[in-house]
């Protein structure tokens, strides 16, 4: 490039990320701590040939078809159902994302929240606060072990793997889906490849960690929870509507699941008030990558994929790679 490209940034990122991106672009980037709406997006990027944006940004026909310099965009994140990859597509603008640098992150919360559900650490967590605990008492806030239990693994790509890899150190059986077997070099022993009719049945744990698409909205709803065996726990750490938040509320109020961990939301930020009042439930901000380590790398990927492209470098990844072809 002779002179610097322009680049829009929706979001400030880590401060080693936006050094990166003042050395080696044309930088406008969001400064306030709040998401943009597509019209302040179609605004602030309008001059621009490259978008990093985050999956919180809406990045429809419209906004795309507003940029008419536009020739990349780069989600900070592993997800991109934030885009319309049809329409860059049809721009021949590459989509690139995040993927394998916020897996350990992911997994590490979601274990974090199978913990913290089955051990009830925010219940107790409370109850010391409120000034309620006298002392040890042998029936105070019994929970369940999840030592040899069944966790089904919706979902078995990096994180999914990562979350398995995870529960070996706690003897549990472990059965997951995806739409194929893992291969050899995938491997993690004992895990069984099983269909979600029968995950659902048998697993005592069922996190979640499939991409979100509209043939996977309310994957879970009340007629998956209704096959759930009463002291089955939910965890999802990847995208909101994959669960029916008011089928949720209405199994848990029933007691037809234990509990649930949630990181993630169907209407996010707004969270069913349901879920707000129930002990066995226990709800984080979306964190899943909330680590110095993985943010920074998530953001330097995110500059690096948009570079690539305007350089005719290396992608590190792409979710249209046709139109690099």
């Known amino acids: 490039m002779p002179d610097k490209a322009r680049l829009f940034l929706t979001r400030r990122l880590p401060q080693t990320v936006m050094d990166f991106l003042e050395q080696n672009v044309d930088l406008t980037f969001n400064d306030q701590n709040r998401a943009l709406t597509k019209t302040e997006i179609i605004d602030g990027a309008r001059d621009c040939q490259a978008l990093i944006c985050l999956l919180t940004d809406t990045i429809d026909a419209q906004v795309i078809e507003s940029l008419p310099e536009l ?15 049809d329409a860059a597509t049809a721009r021949g603008i590459p989509v690139c994302n995040t993927p394998g640098v916020l897996t350990s992150a992911t997994a590490d919360l979601t274990w974090a929240l199978i913990l913290a559900v089955n051990r009830r650490i925010a219940e107790a967590d409370r109850f010391v606060r409120a000034g309620s605990f006298q002392g040890w008492d042998p029936l105070l806030l019994l929970g369940r072990e999840v030592s040899g239990l069944t966790l089904g693994i919706a979902g078995m790509g990096r994180i999914g793997q990562a979350v398995a890899r995870r529960a070996l150190g706690f003897d549990m059986r472990i059965m997951y889906t995806k739409r194929r077997p893992l291969s050899p070099e995938e491997a993690i022993s004992g895990a069984e490849h099983v269909d979600l009719d029968v995950l659902l049945r048998k697993a005592d744990i069922i996190s979640l960690h499939l991409p979100y698409s509209s043939q996977v909205h309310h994957l879970i709803d009340g007629q998956a929870m209704s096959v759930m065996k009463p002291q089955t726990v939910l965890i999802n750490t990847a995208r909101g509507p994959l669960v029916d938040e008011q089928a949720l509320v209405s199994a848990l109020k029933r007691n037809q699941l234990a509990g649930a961990g949630l990181d993630v939301y169907e209407h996010e930020p707004a969270v069913h008030p ?12 979306h964190v899943g990558s909330a680590t110095e380590r993985a943010r920074v790398r998530m953001g330097r990927m995110a500059a690096e994929n948009a570079l690539a492209v305007l350089e005719n470098g290396q992608v590190h990844s792409i979710a249209n790679p046709q139109v690099l072809a």
């Open 71 to 85: 020739q990349v965009i780069s989600n900070y994140a592993v997800g991109y159902d934030n885009i319309d990859v």
């Open 274 to 285: 349901g879920l707000l009042e129930l002990d066995c439930v226990v709800l984080a901000p």
